[in-house]
């Protein structure tokens, strides 16, 4: 019983992706510019992984390499264990959803999705079935003979989502397949692209610059900055736990203190002392803390840091609380907006500030 | 729905529109419905003696293109000489087609591909030879390719060969006159039609296990297809009505059925002959479309 629970851990655990020290620079020369710098990246069978990173990052670059449209400088790409760093795109088992789609504008919707398996020499039967299941699974049964041009974006969508997962390819790569859609269309194709994951089993490789999506959609997610891979972690250890000031900052709002690390203390610059679990680092470091997990309390209390109000902004059901320290370094609090929805406090006011245990964290610069 | 009175306003700006374009419809209808009328009546009437042609009802012309009365026996027999012209017209328009699509895509495929800058500069090079008189730049192929000509000259110089080349005055030399001179209309459209091709849909195609040759065959020149049609087109019906090319190149032995036609109102004074074959041009001109564009669109469908 143990045995075989720990031998399906170790299939799962299995590597789809492994990008092993990839180098990719554009140009020569001078002009020489590196897109990617040293990024090594285990993307597991059937996760659902996200590059995640600002506009430039390298993440389009990255994808690129994985579906064979570019070579890397140095480095090496392996699927399922197999060098496939040179392999041409219609040798690999993997498909793309493109960001403008892609589709075929000649073709109806049901040749569209059965392009891959007629070109992979599949009989007609098979492919016809497959077709059907694909138009089913993404629901456009009824539009299987329209020409793509008279699709709304959504159900253009749906065809690209079709068409990349008909010849069921080991990895499937979306390259910010949502960022043409409105916001409700959105959310909703968010829902229908993890429900497709996991009826699939698919491992899929997600391109996104929105923080949100990432975290929601992601068994892990890997954040990239300058063509290097920050962080891989799930949304959870990436949001609480992030290595660095790029990571904390990018994921979420979050606040930066200036502190001294000495003996097992933290010493803010505000002069206030925090504790911080496990701490391992000396001398100056950063502290971050989410802005959520800020609390006002009574300016008295033994151990609160000192704080004036500065702005209140109402957001519904949080109050965004806008502060600064003794230092002049300025904070965010968030705070649930009581039921009256008058937090009691005015501009000017001095507070306590306190951060909920275990909060506090410190991050590289 | 509209109210009664905006409807009458629509009929008045209606009639109002047809009214004030009634000038340009007969200009347009004499311009292009004239000459043409006055070629099918020509075609039914008897020769005159001195050419222009005599105003009594008469099949000799039609009858003329298929057979030809023989000076000896004054019996009607095959016009095989006829024939042969229009095959030959119809076999040199086809291959010329052929090949300015061979050479031509490949040019507009680079061309599209290139740097919006760089792309203008090409384009502009590609119509400099519309700058220059067609008989001027059929004289130049002339100049290239007769026995004593440029290509002879280096060659024999180079002592690649002892004997000169003849291709003045064959089909050949008409063929690739016509190749020259027609390549622009071929490259313009094919060029307009790659323009707007998204290049992401060779990626996708890639990436959905189709080889390069399958990439082509299956995404792009389905795509372009009617740029396709237009460059063919555009190559096609001029050159099987070509006149000059044919007259320089072919040294009048090759005739195509614009020399034919050419000689009828001239030499052969048979304006009736040459309404006739006018027509029969225009009629194969007609068919040939009409194949084409039935073939063309028949592809368009019947795919996966
Ligand atoms: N073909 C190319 N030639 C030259 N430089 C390139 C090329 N492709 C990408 N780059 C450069 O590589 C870097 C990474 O680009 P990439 O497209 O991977 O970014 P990205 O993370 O996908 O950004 P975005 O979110 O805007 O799509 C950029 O600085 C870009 O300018
Ligand atoms: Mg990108």
């Not at chain 1, 760093?85 to 793309?96: A, D, G, Q, S």
């Not at chain 2, 290509?151 to 690649?160: A, E, H």
């Not at chain 2, 000689?263 to 194969?284: D, V, Y």
Request: aromatic share 8%; net charge positive.
């Amino acid at each position: 019983m143990n045995e075989k629970a720990a031998n399906e851990k170790a299939v799962i655990q299995k590597n789809a992706i492994e990008a092993r020290n990839i180098v990719k620079t554009f140009g020569v020369g001078q002009a020489a510019a590196r897109a990617l710098d040293d990024v090594t990246v285990e993307i597991r069978q059937g996760e659902f992984f996200t590059l995640l990173g600002p506009s430039g990052c390298g993440k389009t670059t990255l994808l690129r390499l994985i579906a064979g449209f570019e070579m890397p400088t140095e480095g090496t790409i392996l699927l399922d264990g197999q060098d496939i760093t040179y392999l041409p795109p219609n040798k690999r088992p993997v498909n793309t959803v493109f960001q403008s789609y892609a589709l075929f504008p000649h073709l109806t919707v049901a040749q569209n999705v059965g392009f891959g398996l007629e070109m992979q020499g599949r009989p007609k039967a098979e492919v016809n079935d497959t077709v059907a299941r694909m138009l089913a699974l993404v629901k456009l049964e009824p539009l299987a003979h329209r020409k793509t041009n008279q699709l709304s974006g959504g159900q253009q969508q749906r065809v690209a989502l079709a068409r990349a997962l008909a010849p069921s390819p080991k990895v499937l790569l979306l390259d910010e397949p949502l960022s043409a859609l409105d916001l409700k269309l959105r959310k909703e194709m968010q829902i229908e692209l993890k429900r497709l994951q996991v009826e699939t089993g698919i491992t899929f490789v997600f391109v996104t610059h929105d923080q949100e999506e990432a975290l929601t959609m992601s068994d892990r997610v890997g954040v990239m900055s300058q063509g290097k891979l920050q962080q891989v972690g799930s949304p959870k250890d990436i949001y609480t736990k992030p290595v660095n000031r790029f990571v904390a900052s990018f994921i979420g709002e979050t606040n930066f203190i200036a502190a001294r690390a000495e003996a097992g203390k933290v010493h803010l610059a505000t002069g206030d002392t925090i504790d911080i679990a496990g701490l391992s680092a000396g001398g100056n470091v950063t502290v971050t803390i989410r802005p959520e997990q800020l609390r006002l309390v009574d300016k008295t209390e033994t151990g609160a840091m000192r704080a004036t109000v500065k702005s209140l902004v109402y957001f519904g059901t949080d109050t965004h609380c806008y502060l600064s320290l003794t230092d002049g370094s300025e904070v965010v609090a968030r705070l649930q907006s009581p039921a009256s929805g008058d937090a009691g406090l005015t501009p000017g006011q001095s507070v306590g500030l306190r951060a909920v245990p275990g909060a506090a964290q410190i991050v590289l610069d | 729905m509209s109210s009664p009175a905006e409807q009458a306003q629509i009929a008045q700006s209606v009639r109002n529109g047809w009214l004030l374009s009634t000038p340009a419809l007969i200009v347009l209808a004499f311009a292009s419905l004239g000459p043409l009328i006055i070629v099918i009546v020509y075609s039914f009437l008897a020769p005159g003696k001195y050419g222009n042609v005599e105003w009594a009802f008469s099949l000799s012309g039609w009858r003329g293109i298929i057979y030809t009365k023989d000076i000896f026996s004054d019996e009607y027999v095959l016009a095989d000489a006829h024939l042969a012209i229009f095959w030959r017209s119809i076999k040199l328009s086809f291959l010329t087609t052929l090949t300015t699509f061979a050479v031509g895509f490949p040019t507009a495929w680079f061309i599209a591909t290139r740097a919006p800058k760089a792309r203008a500069m090409w384009l502009f090079l590609i119509t400099i030879p519309f700058w220059t008189n067609l008989l001027i730049r059929t004289y130049a192929i002339n100049e290239v390719i007769r026995n004593e000509g440029l290509m002879n000259t280096v060659l024999l110089k180079l002592g690649l060969i002892t004997q000169p080349i003849v291709i003045i005055y064959t089909d050949i030399a008409v063929f690739i006159g016509m190749t020259y001179v027609y390549l622009p209309l071929m490259v313009l459209p094919l060029f307009a039609a790659i323009d707007r091709f998204d290049m992401k849909l060779l990626e996708a195609g890639y990436d959905l296990y189709a080889s390069r040759w399958q990439v082509l065959r299956r995404v792009i020149l389905p795509i372009v297809k009617p740029g396709i049609i237009a460059g063919s087109i555009l190559v096609f019906v001029p050159s099987l009505g070509a006149y000059v090319t044919p007259r320089v190149l072919g040294g009048g032995k090759q005739m195509m059925i614009g020399n034919l036609i050419d000689l009828q109102f001239g030499q052969g004074r048979n304006w009736p002959l040459g309404a006739a074959l006018s027509m029969t041009l225009l009629m194969i001109v007609t068919i040939a479309l009409l194949i084409y564009v039935r073939y063309a669109n028949k592809e368009t469908g019947g795919h996966g």
